[in-house]
């Protein structure tokens, strides 16, 4: 009852018309904090329909403060490739092997990663990997002879970013435990890399809303001016 009465006092106390900075939004949800540490999330409204090819949004960005969470990462490779996979800090590492164990369901992966030459064993998890946003794809850098790289990329606060059929794009850029300057460094690289990504297709108003909000806090919405380049 008391968590209900705290979000009633919070939605009541809230301005739907106000734009807030970074800043000002951050203090806000940490003002109603939860008893755990939250993520908190950035959704970004953009003018794209991704039904459209031309219109697709999909990329990485490297989050120089991390995610706060642990990355769980699994290659396919052979021979050099997986030992130096495992050396990186990959959680699993395999070929046949690991297909077989992800055919059974085993998924709990937060990123899969491949060899060139793995992609044989791989294209057989399509219908199991895609649907999760797990396959592992070239323009993404998840299929790369460099796997090593790769691992220590996810591991240390690489995320992925994609559209959704709306034309929304929701990332957790860490841990409400964060500070202030770390928390606006990950929304910067966030927001600078899905600008970057704008593709030829999109037509007017690219970035049309953003918002920001933790597990547990409310929704505020940014002045646009936060957004180098929206």
């Known amino acids: 009852m008391a968590q209900q009465t705290k979000k009633q006092k919070v939605l009541a106390g809230l301005d739907r018309e106000k734009l807030y900075t970074v800043d000002e939004a951050l203090a806000m949800l940490r003002l109603y904090a939860a008893k755990f540490d939250e993520t908190v999330e950035v959704a970004m409204n953009l003018g794209v329909d991704p039904r459209h090819a031309d219109q697709m949004v999909r990329g990485m960005v490297s989050l120089p403060s991390g995610t706060g969470k642990d990355v ?14 495992l050396a990186a800090g990959a959680d699993r590492v395999g070929a046949e092997d690991l297909m077989e164990d992800m055919q059974a369901g085993n998924l709990n992966y937060d990123r899969v990663i491949a060899t060139p030459d793995m992609m044989a064993v791989v294209g057989r998890l399509g219908k199991v990997l895609g649907p999760k946003g797990l396959m592992p794809n070239p323009k993404l850098g998840t299929v790369t002879p460099n796997v090593a790289q790769a691992v220590k990329d996810a591991k240390g606060g690489q995320v992925e970013f994609r559209v959704e059929k709306l034309g929304i794009i929701h990332s957790g850029i860490g841990k409400l435990s964060f500070d202030d300057a770390a928390l606006k460094a990950n929304f910067v690289a966030l927001t600078g890399a899905v600008v970057k990504a704008k593709p030829a297709g999109s037509k007017g108003k690219y970035v049309r809303k953003v918002s920001i909000t933790s597990s547990m806090g409310p929704g505020l919405k940014l002045d646009l001016a936060e957004i180098a380049g929206a």
């Open 72 to 85: 769980r990462v699994a290659v396919f490779a052979r021979g050099d490739n997986a030992e130096k996979a």
